[in-house]
């Protein structure tokens, strides 16, 4: 498949949809097919950087110790320094409202243990806690304006409990071209970490906010 297809069917998505009041998202879905997600070696989890936005702001939660407040601070859109981790641990309300509200979760690694007791029970389910593979795990030595650069164009692919994959890729004030690139690089990315590749991929669409899911494949 080539991004053209995308490009088709995000035309025609747009053709059918109504014009909104708001700023439509645009949803990449994928269904897939024969895996057994019972099993691990069949789940599907992985972080892309994609060439360009994503149609929507990441809001960025830091979990760090005191050294690295002022850092944290200057780049993330909330900071949550180690001495009020026993507040969020100790009232579950609180801490689903912090889970809900960010997108990403930075943790200082030699904090994980205590980020994990205190925030484990909420973001853990939530697929939040803070992940290596994405670069949220940092250090002294971390760049954090450019990690949280690099975080907004990045998406979380996964499929552990379900077969549908549905990623916000887009808007539609974007350029086409910038849209399609976004949806073709997690397709090819996705193929890659499937078993059987492409043959595990059952059907593709483009949809946005309002609008009726155009197929793609």
């Known amino acids: 498949m080539d991004k053209k297809k995308f490009l088709e069917a995000l035309n025609k998505a747009k053709q059918d949809s109504k014009k909104r009041n708001f700023k439509q998202k645009v949803d990449l879905i994928v269904n897939l097919k024969d895996l057994d997600l019972k099993k691990p070696d069949q789940q599907v989890e992985f972080f892309l950087k994609l060439r360009y936005n994503k149609g929507k702001e990441s809001k960025i939660c830091a979990l ?27 009232d579950k309300k609180l801490s689903k409202k912090l ?29 939040k ?24 164009k990045t998406v979380k692919v996964s499929a552990k409990t379900s077969l549908i994959i549905q990623l916000i890729i887009g808007n539609e004030e ?29 059907s593709v669409f483009l949809k946005l906010t309002m609008g009726k899911p155009v197929k793609v494949l």
């Open 64 to 90: 760090v110790g005191p050294e690295l407040s002022a850092k944290a601070k200057s780049s993330c859109d909330n900071c949550i320094v180690s001495d009020d981790f026993q507040k969020y641990a100790g």
């Open 99 to 127: 889970c809900n509200e960010y997108d990403f979760f930075i943790a200082q690694a030699n904090m994980m243990a205590k980020v994990a007791a205190a925030f484990g029970r909420i973001l853990g389910p939530k697929g």
């Open 129 to 152: 806690m803070p992940n290596p593979k994405s670069g949220c795990v940092v250090t002294d030595k971390t760049d954090f304006n450019a990690l949280c650069e690099s975080l907004k």
């Open 174 to 202: 974007m350029k086409d071209e910038e849209i399609a690139d976004n949806a073709y690089s997690i397709y090819e990315q996705l193929t890659h970490h499937l078993p059987n590749e492409k043959h595990n991929i059952k």
